[in-house]
């Protein structure tokens, strides 16, 4: 004789819900299936920007560069300014250059006093000091090939409005 085997199931019994069912996110997921996802992603991204921000602001910095690296090269001066800070902190015994006005005026002892910024540019390269902090090394004009003595730094560092020209200065004062 064949014994009759019986499944107890869960069932539903007046607003109580099946064991199967008993999931904690069940309520919201029937109700607001949007709002989970929307509160999915945005953690999601949050995580994202906590665990690796450097690896944005890199990204960011690469762009930065090569569109103020080509503005310095084809003189292009007002534009070269909108990507600086102000006031732009300069070389041990000289002024800070206060605004915009001041930069245009002082351009050519910026970008051509002690080192000359269009060669340099054409082909140094950025230097990563830290994740919101970039470093440009110019040797002197009158020694342009002296890659091993490059004292003229230009420095750039990520700021409220994104990348920025914040100073130059010459390691050597």
Do not use: H
């Not at 230009?154 to 004062?173: C, H, P, Q, S």
């Amino acid at each position: 004789m064949r014994k009759k085997s019986y499944r107890k199931e869960n069932t539903v019994i007046k607003g109580t819900v099946k064991a199967s069912e008993s999931n904690s996110f069940a309520p919201i997921r029937a109700c607001r299936p949007s709002r989970v996802v929307s509160a999915r992603t945005w953690l999601a991204g949050l995580l994202i920007l906590l665990l690796f921000p450097s690896a944005f602001a890199q990204t960011d910095f690469s762009t930065f560069w090569k569109k103020f690296r080509s503005a310095v090269i084809a003189g292009e001066k007002a534009t070269v300014a909108e990507m600086t800070k102000f006031p732009l902190s300069m070389s041990y015994g000289v002024k800070v250059v206060k605004n915009k006005e001041d930069f245009l005026r002082r351009y050519n002892e910026i970008f051509k006093g002690e080192a000359n910024a269009v060669q340099c540019f054409a082909t140094g390269q950025p230097r990563k000091e830290s994740a919101r902090r970039q470093e440009v090394y110019c040797p002197f004009k009158e020694t342009p090939n002296e890659w091993e003595n490059a004292p003229i730094r230009f420095v750039f560092e990520w700021t409220k409005g994104g990348w920025k020209f914040v100073a130059l200065d010459n390691i050597n004062e």
